[in-house]
């Protein structure tokens, strides 16, 4: 798993994160995680396959539709791409 180093946080911004991390119970380096996730990768962020499964709920599709497309759907691999002319 990767590692962050982060340099020169002022010593009121360490304080802070220090007292939020023990009003959540956890290390100040566990409360800069969450920090990051929540930053990075919010709750109401929007998630493909739950969009698409949605989507296929309201359209009325079921496994069987996808297996007949499945089926149907040409398998041949493509042709690669030549670039000498």
């Known amino acids: 798993m990767p590692a962050v180093t982060i340099r020169n946080i ?14 959540h119970g956890r290390s100040a380096e566990a409360e800069m995680r969450a920090i990051l996730e929540s930053a990075v990768r919010p709750a109401e962020r929007l998630r493909l396959g739950s969009a698409l499964s949605a989507l296929s709920r309201e359209a009325g599709l079921t496994n069987a539709d996808f297996e007949a497309l499945d089926q149907a759907r040409d398998k041949t691999p493509a042709t690669p791409m030549r670039f000498d002319g």
């Not at 002022?10 to 009003?23: C, F, L, M, P």
Request: neutral net charge.
């Open 10 to 23: 002022s010593d009121e911004t360490h304080r802070a994160i220090k007292a939020r991390a023990a009003e």
